[in-house]
C-alpha cells in the first residue's frame, strides 16, 4: 500500500492542521425525559485536514503525483498521525479533486482532507 508523501524535512504536514475524531453515539430518549447514551456499532472515523502553505514546486508535484496515481479517493493508502507518529493503514482523500492555488513563483498553497476509519 502506497505511503502519504512527505513534504519537506520528513514531514507530511505544515502547520497549521487538525484533526477531528468521530466517535459515533446513538442516544436513546424515554418517555420520563432520561436518556441512555451507548457507542454505535458503526466505525470510529479520523479526518485530518491539512492545510498546505509555501509548499515548494517539488513537494507540490509528489502530492499531485501521489493523488492522481491514486485516482483520488478511489485508492486506499497509509498516513503518518503528525502528533502520535501512529500509522493508519487505511485511509483516503476524502474529495476526488485536489487543487492547488499557485500565488507566486515557486509557492503553491492548497487543502487536503485525509480519512481514516478505525475498528
Not at 2 to 19: H, K, L, N, R, T
Not at 106 to 117: K, L, N, S
Request: net charge negative.
Amino acid at each position: 500500500m502506497p505511503d502519504f508523501p512527505e513534504i519537506g524535512c520528513q514531514a507530511v504536514v505544515q502547520y497549521p492542521a487538525s484533526v477531528e475524531i468521530l466517535t459515533p453515539t446513538v442516544i436513546q430518549h424515554y418517555v420520563d425525559g432520561s436518556e441512555q447514551r451507548f457507542p454505535s456499532h458503526t466505525r470510529m472515523r479520523r479526518t485530518w485536514t491539512i492545510r498546505l502553505q509555501r509548499l515548494d514546486e517539488a513537494s507540490a508535484e509528489r502530492i499531485l503525483n501521489f493523488f492522481n496515481s491514486l485516482a483520488g479517493r478511489s485508492t486506499s493508502f497509509r498516513f503518518r498521525d503528525p502528533w502520535t507518529g501512529a500509522w493508519f493503514e487505511t485511509c483516503w482523500f476524502k474529495d476526488d479533486a485536489l487543487s492547488l492555488d499557485h500565488p507566486r513563483d515557486g509557492i503553491f498553497t492548497g487543502e487536503i482532507e485525509i480519512f481514516a476509519e478505525e475498528n
